[in-house]
C-alpha cells in the first residue's frame, strides 16, 4: 500500500509516485539513521550512529560510513572514536591519510565511490520477478540479502539479478548483476527501475553505490533514473 503522505504523484510504467519532495524526505531520514546526523553543517562533521556498533543488512558491522554532499560531509564512526577523528580537523584528504591509525587499523584509508538516489525511476517495463531469495533457481551471491529478491530468467535459469540492501526503514540500496550470456539486453536497467519502483511503493529511498571506475555501473544508474548528482560515499578500506 502506498504511505499516506504519498501526494503529488506522477506516473511510471503505470504505477502512480510519490512527489519528489516525498522521497527525498525518505533520503534525509535515511542518512539520520544511519549516519546519526544529516544534513550536514560543516565541510566534515564527525558523528556516530548504532549502525556502527550494531550487525547490519548482511550481519557485519560497518564501523565507517560516511556520506559527501556539495555542502558537506557526515562521516560516522564506532562512539569510542569521535572525539579522536574529530580532531584530525575538517580536510577530508588529512582525514583520510590518518582515520585507520586512529582506529588502530594501520593503513587503512578513507575511501570514496559515488553515491546515487532516485525519486523517479525510468519509466522501463518489468524485466523480472520477485522470488525468495532461498529458492533454489536463485544463485548465491543473492542469498546474503534475505527475504525477496528480483531476478530474470531464461528457460527457468538465472541470467540477472537485483539484491536490496535494507539499511534501515527508510534506505534501501540496490546491487545489480547480470550472467555475461546476458548482457546488452538492457536487463539490468529494466531490473533497477522495477526494484526502485517497490522500494519507493514500500515508503523508502532506492539507493544506488558504485566505484568511480565501474563506468558499466554508472551506465545502468543514469539509464535507471539515478543521477550522479556529485555526492560521494565514504568508507575504511585497506
Not at 547490519?56 to 562512539?79: F, I, K, N, Y
Not at 522501463?124 to 520477478?129: H, N, Q, S, V
Not at 519502483?197 to 514500500?202: E, L, P
Not at 543514469?222 to 550522479?228: K, Q, V
Amino acid at each position: 500500500m502506498w504511505e499516506s503522505d504519498d501526494v503529488g504523484c506522477a506516473a511510471v510504467a503505470g504505477v502512480p509516485l510519490p512527489a519528489p519532495e516525498v522521497v527525498r524526505a525518505r533520503l534525509d531520514e535515511h542518512l539520520r539513521t544511519w549516519l546519526g546526523a544529516w544534513p550536514p553543517t560543516s565541510a566534515l562533521d564527525v558523528v556516530t550512529s548504532a549502525a556502527r556498533t550494531q550487525p547490519g543488512w548482511d550481519g557485519t558491522v560497518q564501523e565507517v560510513a560516511g556520506v559527501r554532499s556539495p555542502e558537506g560531509a557526515v562521516l560516522s564512526v564506532p562512539p569510542d572514536f569521535v572525539d579522536a577523528v574529530a580532531a584530525l580537523g575538517t580536510d577530508l584528504k588529512r582525514v583520510g591519510r590518518r582515520l585507520g591509525d586512529v582506529m588502530g587499523r594501520p593503513g587503512g584509508r578513507l575511501f570514496e565511490g559515488t553515491f546515487r538516489w532516485s525519486e523517479s525511476p525510468t519509466p522501463l517495463p518489468d524485466a523480472g520477478e520477485w522470488v525468495p531469495f532461498d529458492d533454489p533457481r536463485v544463485p548465491e551471491w543473492l542469498h546474503p540479502f534475505g527475504g525477496d529478491v528480483l531476478v530474470a530468467f531464461e528457460d527457468g535459469e538465472y541470467i540477472a539479478g537485483v539484491g536490496v540492501k535494507r539499511h534501515d526503514r527508510f534506505g534501501h540500496e540496490l546491487a545489480v548483476v547480470t550472467e555475461e550470456r546476458a548482457w546488452g539486453r538492457g536487463l539490468a536497467r529494466g531490473l533497477v527501475c522495477q526494484a526502485a519502483r517497490r522500494v519507493i511503493a514500500q515508503g523508502a529511498v532506492p539507493t544506488y553505490l558504485h566505484a568511480d571506475s565501474n563506468v558499466a555501473s554508472a551506465h545502468v544508474a543514469e539509464a535507471s533514473g539515478f543521477p550522479d548528482r556529485g555526492w560521494r560515499i565514504m568508507g575504511l578500506g585497506g
